[in-house]
């Protein structure tokens, strides 16, 4: 004769058995994918960038993308960028990407557009990334800092659509010293490496 007890006790096993795996998979997919945002202030002075002398001077709105591959801050603003180069791109602005020296990588495909600065001057100074400057059409640093404060970026809550919007009206835009508390990485390189 069968117990009484054996086909709920293993209904209890399965059921504890299904739960130790859907935990670890949670636990993988946490620890793989998802990371705890730690805000940080960064003081984004444009003083010293200075667009490369084939590019300084009268012309194009440009936007110049600075970005560090290894920062998982970039992300949050990537798919946001494509949208930038989307809308404004046919209006004339021309987007450029300056990648932290040293470092290796590649923007997504959806950002091919952006032509890469090798070196731009000043932009060793700068505090953090991802960054942003932008320059007027007649070759005058209008804003530098970063894309938004806070962890992610969209047209919600962006610096970038409206000075883009001002700089298209032509209108004067002076914002290059920025205070923001957001996801940014260290952008200057340690020498000691």
Same mark, same amino acid.
């Given at each position: 004769m069968r117990s009484p007890y054996r086909a709920p006790l293993l209904a209890c #096993?399965?059921? +504890? @058995?299904?739960?130790?795996?859907?935990?670890?998979?949670?636990?993988?997919?946490?620890?793989?994918?998802?990371?705890?945002?730690?805000?940080?202030?960064?003081?984004?002075?444009?003083?010293?960038?200075?667009?490369?002398?084939?590019?300084?001077g009268p012309g194009a709105i440009r936007l110049v993308?600075?970005?560090?591959?290894?920062?998982?801050?970039?992300?949050?603003?990537?798919?946001? #960028?494509?949208? +930038? @180069?989307?809308?404004?791109?046919p209006q004339g602005v021309e987007f450029y990407a300056v990648q932290k020296p040293g470092s290796h990588g590649q923007l997504p495909s959806t950002l091919s557009s952006l032509k890469a600065i090798s070196i731009l001057p000043g932009a060793e100074q700068i505090p953090a990334s991802p960054a942003v400057a932008i320059w007027d059409r007649s070759g005058?640093?209008?804003?530098?800092?970063?894309?938004?404060?806070?962890?992610?970026?969209?047209?919600?809550?962006?610096?970038?659509e409206p000075i883009l919007q001002a700089l298209n009206q032509g209108r004067?835009?002076?914002?290059?010293?920025?205070?923001?508390?957001?996801?940014?990485?260290?952008?200057?390189v340690d020498p000691t490496k």
């Open positions: #096993l399965l059921a +504890l @058995v299904c739960a130790a795996v859907l935990w670890a998979a949670y636990d993988w997919f946490q620890g793989r994918y998802l990371r705890a945002f730690s805000s940080h202030t960064a003081v984004f002075s444009g003083d010293p960038l200075r667009l490369p002398d084939n590019l300084a993308h600075f970005w560090d591959p290894a920062c998982p801050c970039n992300v949050g603003n990537q798919q946001h #960028l494509g949208e +930038l @180069v989307e809308q404004y791109g005058k640093l209008a804003y530098f800092g970063p894309y938004s404060e806070g962890l992610t970026c969209n047209s919600s809550n962006s610096f970038i004067t835009v002076d914002a290059t010293h920025t205070l923001a508390v957001g996801c940014y990485c260290p952008w200057p």
